[in-house]
């Protein structure tokens, strides 16, 4: 066992885990953080994305003795006080989950996609979400939400 | 027939954002593998290596020893408790059924198939000690393709004699609905057009994105099942009626679900193991699948040889259609598994006028996983079937493809239409939806530009193609079920509690897995009761809390379980009116509800429909003799399907040089009756048209000659990707259905029946001119490409113009160029 000390979403942890175990195992099982989903065991889908120092990662493709040290956000903590981050609004605005399995890998893959690129074209965002998979929207309205998050981010720090 | 109700409504058609987005946006889900019980134990499970295999011994020593492990059991432990997969559609009284034991003892007929089942302390823990399971196997001869399986020589279950499990024939002479198709065939041998050619419905994955999951807790009076499933209560029926386990003390429920498309609307190998081993330990008991356990062992979808003969005059008339169906099962016949195949007997006619028909469908069974519903189930299958066909008579009567459509199909104002295969279609205009879609895609133009480049010599061509569909969605009545001998009814229920503070339960006994059913049934009750829509809130998923219902597939949910809500809420209306005629002191004549509110006619007088729920709950001043409860249930069972259609056209543009493919725009226009929420249909649209492009493009279950499932795991089936798919345009016409008060017809399934023909007419449209008219699904760029040189080497040869092939007798398809693709064996 190894032990490590992981902040989540903001809370301090200190755990000891096996060196084997996946940051996304870590997140679920120990953690509790069960909005954080499994959905391959290739590292295909994306489903299990989160924030590991505000970039995104697959945190089945990452150990959690990695993360060891390192600040992990996921899904549950995207919100803050009580206000939805503006890319799960544009989720929602623009209905783009239906099963809403991969949608917090996905959210989270968007939001890290505007942070390297705040104006996406469609085929940047297309792009940026490509390593992650939905089977309900056909992504069409999933590009749609980033796009519209995209110009609600941007008209919010024009206004700041 | 339903007269369509025409009242006011102020939600219905509203584009409504989902009630149930909030949890999922914010990762506060509930799915089956979040669920932790104190105390509970996690399965993982050891699957065959072999596609089939005598089971000479387990050793389970080491694992039994190995840290954190309870127990290990073999199919052997589990034989008096495990209960059985059922079938609950045998097609023939003579269907070839082999049983399908959930964890089996002797013998295993497929890859992936569970022969023993670890039980310990964590996942981890349980899968690193099923890794010590020493299982002797002894192979045996496997049978994988399908046209194989047909000579009976290698046998997937020796025992049985046979792998051909039923035939089934729908004769449109034999049931007094058409002509004789063999005479009219003849016929057009003689002086008209045959076209025979033979399609192939590769295998596909459903592709879930939640792994199944199943928590069982048999700690209290009720057995408690959650279970990542499509089917609850059927789930719950299976149980009853397999595992000796009394009904009233099964409980199960479906929490959020990710996705089924049909994957998920089976009753499991891992559920029943699941169950009988947390009940012989007395601890709750955790299974979740990996993605990889996913591909191998949940039920596959699509998997047919389709030889379709169509007879028509020279002018391009139809005259008769023949199918001739081969369907894999696979291993076992799967809950529904015979039954898909054949619901395409009503649907290879589509919206075609043909006087004569015959479907001939045989199943079969292979050392395969088995195969059941996926998005569509039978009826994508026919419909690419049809439309590639009618694509093939346009090539050879020498008109456009939406020509030999105009030529053949129902029109407006023939309907309600009885067809060749004996449905009643309830309403429908292909003309309307059709010219629609014809703007919206700027048909002509992209004529024009196709002209253009076949001209020039263009390395990339244009390619159009069409798919003018329909399906029958709403199933089902169940007297229909009942003649064609399927195990269960096609009604569904509901439940409408008027809560004294004013707000209203919900229940449904239909179960949904993302297709918003929150949403879209608390505009209709909001509508129907006069209440605002965040006053609704609706409940389904659980057998204690929804005891009745037949769940969501099949484009079920609104079209039947919609009907029984309005039916509840009507109910509730009825109970509520004597109470408010009492209160009002008026007459039950005299009194008009609109909107929520009683009225008396001709003043002033009214009350609320809520302020009647708190009288009711007071009781204090009831009329003499009625119940304290404005609460009523509903239970519909449709009297006929409904029969949403569309034209959709899509514009492919196919590198010739590479055989790549590229999708330059796609429109669709559907008719799905009346629309409750257009945000939620165009998500429905988008999603099923993705699937449907995904089989003409990408995906397929490809095994090796051992019986291996290469594209196994998400590296090797590949699923689209938001970098692989473009924008649809979406449109609508409107006929309402004349089968349910709110004329709605079902759309959950239409993108996936509709799209897959549309690519690969459209491909094989860009195509042509090289003498090309098929490409096997998927349509890779390799297979593309080898088209391509193949065709290009045959005409260098001969010009092939005057071959019109026929099928010899009993023979395969004779057609050159179909040909062209590899991948026969699959």
């Excluded at chain 2, 020589?153 to 007094?176: C, M």
Aim: aromatic residues 6%; proline residues 5%; contains cysteine.
């Amino acid at each position: 066992m190894t032990r490590i000390n992981v902040t989540v979403d903001g809370v301090s942890n200190a755990d000891d885990v096996e060196p084997r175990m996946l940051l996304v195992h870590y997140l679920r099982e120990v953690v509790g953080k069960v909005g954080t989903v499994v959905g391959c065991d290739t590292s295909n889908c994306g489903a299990c994305t989160v924030h590991l120092d505000g970039r995104s990662v697959k945190s089945c493709n990452v150990l959690a003795v990695q993360a060891d040290g390192h600040e992990v956000t996921t899904i549950e903590g995207l919100a803050t006080n009580g206000e939805l981050h503006p890319m799960q609004t544009a989720f929602h605005e623009n209905h783009a989950l239906q099963c809403g399995y991969c949608t917090p890998g996905m959210i989270m893959q968007a939001v890290d996609l505007l942070r390297e690129n705040p104006d996406p074209t469609e085929e940047e965002i297309r792009v940026g979400l490509e390593g992650n998979l939905c089977r309900c929207t056909g992504y069409h309205n999933i590009v749609k939400a980033v796009a519209a998050a995209a110009g609600s981010m941007s008209s919010e720090r024009s206004n700041a | 027939m339903t007269a369509v109700d025409d009242r006011p409504t102020t939600e219905v058609g509203k584009d409504r954002r989902r009630k149930e987005d909030q949890r999922l946006i914010t990762g506060r889900t509930r799915w089956t593998d979040n669920i932790q019980l104190p105390g509970m134990l996690h399965l993982a499970m050891v699957r065959s290596p072999f596609a089939h295999a005598k089971i000479l011994s387990i050793g389970t020593d080491e694992a039994k020893a190995a840290p954190g492990v309870h127990a290990v059991f073999t199919g052997a432990d589990l034989a008096d408790s495990q209960g059985v997969n059922i079938n609950a559609w045998p097609i023939t009284p003579d269907q070839v059924t082999p049983t399908h034991l959930p964890v089996p003892s002797e013998r295993v007929a497929h890859t992936g198939e569970i022969v023993a089942v670890v039980v310990a302390r964590s996942a981890a823990l349980a899968r690193d000690a099923a890794e010590l399971v020493d299982v002797d196997y002894e192979e045996l001869p496997a049978v994988l393709d399908l046209k194989e399986a047909m000579k009976d020589e290698v046998l997937a279950h020796p025992d049985a004699g046979t792998n051909k499990s039923a035939f089934w024939q729908l004769d449109s002479k034999a049931a007094g609905t058409g002509g004789d198709v063999e005479e009219a065939i003849a016929k057009a041998r003689q002086d008209g057009i045959v076209i025979e050619r033979e399609y192939r419905q590769q295998r596909l994955v459903p592709a879930f994105m939640e792994p199944r999951s199943t928590v069982v807790d048999p700690t209290g009076e009720q057995v408690v099942i959650w279970s990542a499933t499509q089917v609850p209560h059927i789930l719950r029926f299976a149980i009853a009626a397999t595992m000796g386990i009394p009904e009233s003390k099964v409980r199960v429920i479906a929490p959020d679900v990710g996705g089924g498309f049909g994957g998920k609307l089976q009753t499991t190998p891992e559920e029943f193991a699941t169950i009988a081993i947390a009940r012989k330990l007395g601890k709750p008991c955790k299974y979740t699948e990996t993605r990889s356990e996913t591909m191998v062992s949940a039920h596959h979808g699509r998997d047919q040889w389709q030889k379709m003969t169509l007879a028509a005059e020279k002018d391009g008339t139809v005259t008769a259609l023949k199918v001739d169906l081969l369907a894999d099962l696979g291993a076992y016949v799967a809950i529904v598994g015979g039954g898909v195949p054949v619901l395409g007997a009503w649907m290879f006619n589509s919206i075609y006028k043909f006087p004569a028909y015959q479907f001939n469908c045989q199943t079969v069974l292979t050392n395969k996983t088995w195969v059941d519903a996926y998005r569509g189930a039978g009826r994508p299958e026919a419909t690419y079937a049809i439309e590639r066909i009618m694509d093939e008579l346009a090539a050879e009567v020498g008109v456009d493809p939406i020509a030999i459509r105009e030529k053949n199909w129902i029109t407006h104002d023939e309907f309600p239409f009885t067809t060749v295969a004996g449905m009643t279609y309830d309403s429908g205009n292909y003309e309307a939806a059709t010219a629609k879609a014809l703007e919206l895609f700027g048909y002509d133009e992209l004529r024009a530009e196709q002209k253009r480049r076949r001209e020039s010599g263009d390395t990339v061509q244009l390619g159009l193609g069409v798919s003018t569909f329909t399906e029958m969605c709403g199933l089902a009545p169940s007297r229909v079920l009942g003649s064609l001998s399927y195990g269960a009814g096609g009604w569904e229920s509901a439940s409408i509690r008027m809560l004294a503070t004013g707000t209203v339960e919900v229940v449904s006994g239909a179960t949904p897995h993302g297709q918003g059913h929150e949403t879209a049934w608390s505009q209709i009750v909001a509508d129907r009761l006069g209440i605002p829509f965040e006053n609704v809130e609706v409940l389904h998923g659980d057998t204690q809390i929804a005891p009745k219902g037949l769940d969501t597939y099949g484009s079920r949910s609104l079209v039947v379980g919609g009907e029984a809500l309005v039916r509840a809420a009507d109910k509730v209306i009825e109970k509520a009116k004597p109470i408010a005629a009492h209160l009002l002191e008026a007459s039950v004549d005299d009194l008009e509800f609109e909107a929520g509110q009683f009225t008396v006619k001709g003043t002033d007088k009214g009350i609320g429909i809520t302020d009647i729920a708190l009288a009711t709950f007071a009781a204090h001043n009831l009329p003499d003799g009625v119940e304290p409860s404005i609460d009523a249930d509903a239970t519909f069972d449709p009297v006929d399907f409904s029969f949403p259609h569309g034209t959709h056209l899509c514009a492919m543009e196919v590198d010739t040089e590479t055989g790549q493919s590229t999708m330059r725009k796609y429109v669709c226009v559907d008719d799905i009756g009346t629309i409750i929420n257009p945000l939620i249909v165009e998500g429905q649209i988008h999603g099923g048209l993705v699937q449907g492009i995904a089989q003409a493009l990408w995906e397929g279950a490809e095994y090796d000659e051992q019986g291996t499932l290469v594209s196994g795991s998400f590296v090797d089936y590949t699923l689209p990707t938001a970098a692989d798919t473009i924008n649809y345009v979406s449109e609508h016409t409107v006929s309402p259905s004349t089968t349910n008060t709110l004329g709605t017809k079902g759309v959950g399934e239409a993108g996936t029946i509709a799209s897959t023909p549309a690519v690969v007419n459209a491909i094989v449209d860009a195509l042509r001119p090289m003498g090309i008219d098929d490409i096997q699904m998927p349509c890779t760029p390799e297979r593309v490409w080898k088209a391509i040189r193949t065709a290009g080497a045959q005409q260098d040869k001969a010009p092939t113009a005057d071959a019109q092939a026929h099928f010899g007798e009993g023979a395969p398809n004779q057609d050159p160029a179909a040909g062209t693709t590899d991948g026969a064996a699959q």
